[in-house]
């Protein structure tokens, strides 16, 4: 009987210590998952997604930016030129009008040729283009030429007979001056109305008006200009 009482004894400390042990490990409670995070931690994630966010946004803005610079160079700003001529008979009279950045010269050749030559030389982007439109109606040549924006260009040389009676109106508003007409060696009658151009005039007599430059070989050939007072 005491060599019992010892061995009960002798086990109840340890049993004790085991006792303690389980009712510590029941007290630890296990981390709950949905627990909302503090304060700063929602304020910190809430700058970090901001800050991703503006980072791509700049990304983005300077991808378009480049894209858009590439894209309006090649449609706007990359040029290309063009050359053509055409040959006209039976003309006597010629009627021009020009409208943007167009220059021209109306050269006369030699008496009796009852024709007329259009050389050109155009330079013009995809989307700007001169738009050029000929016609001959009972021997008169009727020429237009406009070029819908100041990045293009058209520089016109049309040929006639020296006695054919010649008429040139011309406008430039986008561009002030760009437009040059000049008249060389026409007998026949000769006018020009242009406002803003410049005019040159050699070995011709021409009548009209004038708002910009006036160049003359003679004082004789312009007199019957009319120009702003004071120019």
């Excluded at 006792?19 to 981390?31: I, L, M, N, V, W």
């Excluded at 994630?45 to 610079?69: K, Q, Y």
């Excluded at 894209?71 to 990359?78: E, F, G, K």
């Excluded at 021409?206 to 007072?229: F, K, M, N, S, W």
Aim: charged share 20%.
């Amino acid at each position: 009987m005491s060599g019992l009482r010892k061995s009960s004894t002798a086990e109840q400390p340890g049993g004790e210590a085991a006792g303690q042990a389980a009712e510590s490990g029941d007290r630890r409670e296990p981390a709950d998952p949905g627990a909302r995070p503090s304060r700063r931690a929602r304020i910190a994630e809430w700058f970090r997604a901001l800050l991703r966010s503006g980072i791509a946004l700049v990304a983005t803005l300077a991808v378009l930016a480049v894209l858009g610079g590439v894209t309006d160079v090649v449609l706007h700003v990359t040029r290309h030129t063009s050359r053509n001529t055409a040959t006209y008979s039976s003309i006597d009279a010629v009627v021009v009008v020009l409208d943007g950045n167009v220059s021209l010269t109306v050269a006369g050749q030699s008496q009796g040729g009852q024709g007329a030559t259009l050389a050109a030389l155009d330079t013009s982007t995809p989307f700007d283009d001169p738009v050029r439109t000929v016609e001959v109606i009972g021997g008169t040549l009727y020429l237009t030429e406009r070029c819908p924006d100041s990045r293009c260009s058209a520089q016109l040389t049309l040929t006639v007979d020296t006695n054919d009676a010649v008429s040139v109106s011309a406008g430039n508003a986008d561009e002030l001056g760009q437009a040059v007409v000049e008249f060389n060696g026409i007998v026949g009658q000769a006018s020009v109305t242009a406002a803003p151009a410049t005019v040159v005039v050699i070995h011709t007599i021409v009548t009209g008006a004038v708002i910009g430059q006036l160049r003359c070989d003679t004082e004789v050939d312009c007199r019957d200009i009319a120009t702003p007072a004071g120019d």
